[in-house]
């Protein structure tokens, strides 16, 4: 079993549609960190948590400690939204550097 | 532009050959790492340097070195390729050495081995 589960790994939706991206994970952390890689490669980086909830303009992201959870929300799902969702975790097993990638969930949102 | 640049984008190698991925940040980070990405499987870490002239192994090191040249430069060397490092490789940096802070990542080579 990894230990970064994402789910689904593949999400198709209309636009406007309020999506849900899941991230398990197994391990004690100090972080968890949301990503986003466009189609054309590039990883940019959306959220750090460490406890609680974030918001940026249509996304947030929650996090559960206890339940070893975290959400990505979209709220009015856009085409421009289309892209990898990566949830990526930081140990407190294996020292401050060590991030541990889920595969991914690739989110396409048809207009 | 602020932010991570790697070069070159793409890369074709012969088995055997070798080559330097170049890696510079100019929001003076202290925390450098290299990441190779394959399909169907999480980024996984090459090689990192928490500060300027330090350097570790990170999950999957065998067959690459690097160089920390400065605080702003940090290079991935494959001395001998192979067509198992076919893949795609992102540098990334952080502000500071501990912490819980974000990532800054380049935009990506794409090194094909043949």
């Known amino acids: 079993k990894n230990e970064v589960e994402q789910s689904p790994q593949n999400l198709t939706a209309q636009e406007g549609e309020f999506i849900t991206i899941n991230c398990s994970y197994s391990v004690g952390i100090s972080a968890l960190h949301w990503l986003q890689q466009h189609p054309g490669g590039g990883i940019v980086s959306l959220f750090m948590l460490s406890s609680g909830k974030k918001k940026h303009g249509r996304l947030i992201a929650t996090i559960n400690i206890q339940e070893k959870h975290s959400s990505l929300h979209i709220t009015a799902s856009h085409p421009r939204d289309s892209a990898v969702y990566i949830c990526?975790?930081?140990?407190?097993?294996?020292?401050?550097?060590?991030?541990?990638f889920g595969t991914g969930t690739r989110l396409t949102i048809i207009p | 532009n602020a932010g991570v640049t790697q070069t070159p984008k793409f890369q074709v190698l012969k088995t055997g050959q070798s080559m330097t991925l170049q890696c510079a940040q100019d929001?003076?980070?202290?925390?450098m790492y290299w990441y190779r990405q394959d399909p169907g499987m999480g980024l996984r870490l090459i090689y990192y340097?928490?500060?300027?002239?330090?350097?570790d192994k990170g999950e999957v090191p065998n067959g690459y070195n690097v160089s920390r040249l400065n605080k702003r430069e940090f290079s991935l060397r494959l001395e001998s390729a192979a067509p198992s490092q076919t893949s795609v490789y992102f540098c990334?940096?952080?502000?500071?050495?501990?912490?819980?802070?974000?990532?800054?990542f380049g935009s990506g080579t794409r090194l094909t081995v043949v």
């Open positions: 340097s928490a500060s300027e002239g330090t350097t």
């Open positions: 929001m003076n980070h202290n925390s």
């Open positions: 990526a975790v930081r140990s407190t097993n294996f020292g401050n550097e060590k991030l541990t």
């Open positions: 990334a940096s952080r502000l500071p050495r501990t912490g819980n802070y974000g990532y800054t």
